[in-house]
């Protein structure tokens, strides 16, 4: 795809366009990005006019596309990553959880109804899917989803362009969701499938959380958290009755 000749500036359109960033940023302000690579113990800006023969870019050197006027390393680390090592033996972007505070939970939460339906689905009939062509079966043992579930099991394309928009300092929609080892959310089978709202979830218009279980009854799409990442699941198999 690219060779020697490749100029720095062709290689920022590049990474524009299959990342699709964007242009400008929350304020209106066209954004410039720039390629770095590590120098001693500092970062070195690469000159866009000059291509990767010229600069002497050696094979799998680490190069950090950053937003100019928010150079991402020079400010507090992201939610999703921190910013990249100067030391040696050492590897870009590795995460790190922030601590977050969260309000205690109530007292006595809701525990999941269990009542006895005339039918039910099959455990094996719950599927979720995390982006486009993205699936994943329920196991019987139900299902945790939390943002390092999503971040490990979403396409790398889609990963990919998630991380981008946080290293040039817009939001992503996957900080919205909670790194809770409880699950933002769960999905369990107690005879029916339900829909544990652990921490705030969106179906349509309709808030749910602190625990609200939700009887799964048809496909339903949800937001964890606001304006955070949607997720479509699917009750789609054979039928038992009693």
């Given amino acids: 795809m690219f060779n020697v000749d490749t100029l720095i500036s062709d290689l920022i359109t590049y990474c524009k366009r299959d990342l699709r960033l964007p242009e400008q940023d929350s304020t209106g302000e066209m954004i410039r990005y720039a390629f770095y690579r590590k120098q001693g113990v500092g970062m070195e800006k690469l000159n866009q006019s000059h291509s990767l023969r010229i600069l002497r870019i050696k094979k799998h050197e680490d190069l950090f ?3 100019e006027g928010r150079i991402w390393w020079q400010g507090a680390p992201s939610s999703l990553h921190t910013p990249p090592p100067v030391g040696p033996g050492t590897e870009p972007l590795n995460p790190h959880p922030p601590v977050t505070v969260r309000p205690p939970p109530p007292a006595n939460p809701p525990k999941p109804p269990i009542p006895p339906p005339s039918t039910y689905p099959v455990p094996s009939s719950c599927s979720v899917e995390l982006a486009p062509n993205c699936v994943f079966q329920v196991p019987e043992i139900g299902l945790k989803i939390n943002r390092e579930y999503l971040i490990q ?3 790398m ?16 929609r996957l900080e919205a969701v909670s790194r809770s080892t409880e699950g933002h959310c769960m999905l369990i089978y107690r005879q029916h499938w339900y829909l ?3 921490h705030t979830i969106y179906i349509g218009s309709n808030k749910h959380s602190h625990g609200e279980a939700l009887p799964l009854e048809q496909t339903v799409t949800i937001l964890l958290g606001r304006a955070g990442w949607p997720i479509t699941i699917r009750l789609h198999s054979t039928v038992i009755t009693r």
């Fill in 157 to 172: 394309s889609v990963s990919a362009r998630e991380r981008a928009l946080v290293l040039v300092g817009m939001q992503s």
């Fill in 65 to 67: 596309l950053a937003n």
């Fill in 153 to 155: 099991n979403l396409p």
């Fill in 196 to 198: 544990v709202a652990n």
